[in-house]
């Protein structure tokens, strides 16, 4: 069946990559970490940012629209709760159904500037999607965090790397565990990789696992995450780019 899907979807979707080894189910990342609602006009920020995002499907908001994914929904959570920010300068570098290699390629064939306050890294699943070997993602990674960092004025505490949705849990993937599993390797490389090298995770994974039981999580694909998925990306998001922006 998953063969099936694997001939009619092509590679349309994703971005995934990682470690070479199983991952014991102990050690699962997708820890609830909802944070309470911000009251932001006192919390400081002033100004102007400017704002990176790479990726994939996930970060360019396949089936939602341009203002409903998640970069976008950051920048206008910003702007309207900030009342001395004046102007987010957003750029996003993604595209459905990208690699880490692909990512690469594209990172490598622009010039993209040094001065950005604030990126975020979200790549991997078409890695898993695509069947191709961990190993890839395991030395790419690494290459593009390094590359987010540069374009963060080589400031790692301004990078955030967020983990892979779980796509099993929509009407596409079926409750397919050997998706889960794949992915869990993934992320649990990335997470590691993050916290050896003092590089913020952010877990959203477990939101898109609520899909099945919540069909508001899910575009209208039956695959990608929902306007509401973003948001709830989002709430996630807002305090780390709060916090890393005040330091």
């Not at 919540?214 to 990608?224: F, K, R, T």
């Not at 929902?226 to 780019?241: D, G, M, Q």
Request: negative net charge.
């Amino acid at each position: 069946m998953r063969k099936f899907f694997l001939i009619i979807f092509g590679v349309l979707f994703f971005a995934i990559g990682c470690s070479s080894e199983s991952i014991a189910a102990e050690e699962v990342v997708y820890n609830s970490v909802d944070n309470e609602d911000i009251t932001v006009d006192s919390l400081g920020l002033n100004g102007s940012y400017k704002i990176l995002s790479l990726g994939d499907s996930y970060t360019i908001g396949q089936s939602v629209c341009n203002t409903c994914r998640f970069p976008e929904q950051l920048k206008q959570k910003i702007l309207s709760g900030f009342s001395d920010v004046k102007t987010i300068d957003l750029k996003i570098v993604a595209r459905t159904g990208w690699t880490t290699t692909n990512l690469l390629n594209s990172l490598s064939s622009q010039e993209i500037g040094m001065d950005y306050d604030f990126v975020t890294l979200l790549i991997g699943v078409n890695n898993q999607y695509q069947g191709i070997s961990l190993e890839v993602y395991k030395k790419e990674f690494p290459e593009l965090v390094a590359k987010a960092i540069t374009y963060a004025n080589g400031d790692i505490n301004h990078v955030v790397v967020l983990s892979i949705p779980d796509y099993a849990y929509t009407p596409f993937g079926q409750g397919d565990s050997t998706i889960s599993e794949e992915i869990l390797d993934y992320n649990q490389f990335a997470k590691n990789y993050c916290e050896a090298n003092g590089i913020t995770f952010l877990n959203i994974t477990d939101i898109t696992q609520q899909g099945l039981n919540n069909p508001a999580l899910v575009a209208n694909d039956d695959l990608h995450p929902s306007a509401l998925s973003y948001e709830k990306f989002v709430k996630r998001l807002l305090p780390l780019f709060i916090e890393k922006m005040k330091d």
